[in-house]
């Protein structure tokens, strides 16, 4: 099978997941995220390596929105929006139809994403660590750790991982939650003859 026909049969298992996903953890992005920003809008995810409490995500909510209220390229407004979902991810969206986003209003947002790590004491840069969806709930697993939780039946090919390298918004709602047989980790694992 062809690698055009991998992807094609990602999607399919994806979309065929979708109505089991939204009962699992109401994951229904069109409630989450804002629904009059174009399809190319950039995204950038940060996963954090605990999950934040009720408290924490209300101050960290309040943070995200007063920066993009004022987020701004060379002086003019980015349409912009950013939010802690499930608890687990900062989640910045910037709208490039009228203003681009440049490396400094970028990099704006990474001081912001710093600083949350340091109020918090989290680690919201680590990238090898893999948060999976297990059993409704996202579960982080250092990457040295997945081929033992594969072969220990914690998680198999069918588990759905999050793909925080999706870079916009219409990439997010198809690629964010991958089964992990047709995610880019499924090369650097060895799975199941049945998966």
């Known amino acids: 099978m062809g690698d055009k026909e991998n992807h094609c049969s990602a999607v399919i298992v994806t979309l065929a997941l979708f109505p089991y996903l939204c009962s699992m953890i109401n994951f229904d992005l069109n409630t989450l995220i804002p629904t009059d920003f174009s399809d190319q809008s950039r995204v950038w995810i940060y996963q954090s390596s605990r999950p934040f409490s009720e408290k924490e995500e209300l101050e960290i909510n309040e943070q995200l929105h007063h920066f993009y209220s004022q987020w701004t390229a060379h002086g003019a407004p980015v349409k912009g929006w950013a939010k802690l979902l499930f608890r687990r991810f900062v989640v910045f969206m910037a709208d490039e139809t009228s203003v681009e986003v440049s490396g400094c209003s970028t990099d704006s ?4 994403v710093k600083s949350i790590e340091r109020q918090y004491e989290v680690n919201l840069f680590d990238r090898l660590s893999i948060t ?64």
Do not use: C, H
Request: hydrophobic letters at 45%; aromatic letters at 12%.
């Open 132 to 195: 999976f969806l297990v059993k409704g709930q996202p579960e982080v697993l250092p990457m040295g750790q997945v081929q033992y939780a594969i072969d220990k039946g914690y998680i198999n090919g069918e588990t759905l991982l999050f793909n925080n390298l999706v870079a916009t918004k219409a990439d997010m709602f198809r690629n964010w939650l991958q089964p992990l047989q047709y995610s880019w980790l499924k090369d650097r694992v060895q799975l199941p003859l049945n998966n």
């Open 109 to 112: 947002s990474v001081r912001v």
